[in-house]
């Protein structure tokens, strides 16, 4: 079946670096989600991606989607402690069954 | 208001209760999902409503039984668990499916910590 496979499974910076999450599909997405799931909270939506190639910002947040609409990324510039939590790509499969396929994850720790 | 609520926040239950676990929401979204959560895993989709209709089973044991009543409040009824169904249950609603099948942003719940003794 479909997956969508996420990398790395954690990450550990320093506070002020920066962080970059990836994200592969075995087959061609007809769009990605990101979520933020807090320790004890629950997954927050953060953006979508549609297009082909399309890049997003949200203040220091970079996402992309690839041009073959199979991988994106989520990159954090100068991490922050409010940036910690658990990271979760979903794509959209063009099988149109509405489902979201959730990439495993990426937890990232920042140090102060 | 774009708030999922979902009761009781923590539910301890024997394999042979029968429990039920509330969601509500007020966005006036048509679809709502529950999603099963292990610890440091992704959310796993459960069953989708649309419409106030399943439309997704992903193959979820009969113990598990959902039921929507309407537009705002899906229910999962539990029975005869066993210890393995331990989890965070989430509940989650979004608008349904464009007409070019795009799938909407969804909106969790806080989730119930359930666990089976």
């Known amino acids: 079946g479909q997956q969508v496979m996420q990398i790395p499974q954690y990450q550990h910076v320093q506070e002020g670096e920066d962080f970059t999450t990836y994200c592969n599909s075995s087959?061609?997405?007809?769009?990605i989600q990101w979520y933020k799931q807090r320790p004890g909270g629950h997954p927050v939506f953060l953006i979508q991606?549609?297009?082909?190639?399309e890049v997003k910002k949200q203040k220091r947040l970079t996402f992309q989607f690839g041009e073959a609409k199979k991988n994106s990324s989520l990159h954090i510039t100068a991490t922050q402690t409010t940036d910690v939590g658990t990271y979760f790509c979903a794509g959209q499969g063009s099988s149109n069954t509405g489902k979201l396929i959730f990439g495993q994850g990426t937890t990232l720790q920042v140090k102060p | 208001d774009t708030e999922v609520t979902q009761t009781p926040k923590h539910l301890v239950m024997g394999m042979t209760n029968k429990k039920s676990l509330k969601c509500e929401q007020h966005m006036g979204h048509r679809a709502m999902y529950w999603y099963k959560q292990k610890a440091k895993k992704p959310p796993e989709l459960m069953f989708v409503?649309?419409?106030?209709?399943?439309?997704i089973n992903e193959s979820v044991p009969s113990r598990f039984s959902p039921e929507c009543p309407n537009s705002s409040l899906l229910n999962l009824h539990l029975h005869a668990l066993q210890p393995e169904d331990s989890a965070l249950y989430l509940c989650?609603?979004?608008?349904?499916?464009?007409?070019?099948?795009?799938?909407?942003?969804?909106?969790f719940g806080p989730g119930t910590r359930l666990t089976v003794t």
């Open positions: 989650a609603s979004s608008q349904v499916m464009s007409r070019d099948f795009l799938q909407y942003e969804q909106y």
């Open positions: 409503y649309s419409y106030e209709k399943l439309s």
């Open positions: 087959t061609t997405l007809s769009n």
């Open positions: 991606l549609v297009k082909s190639g």
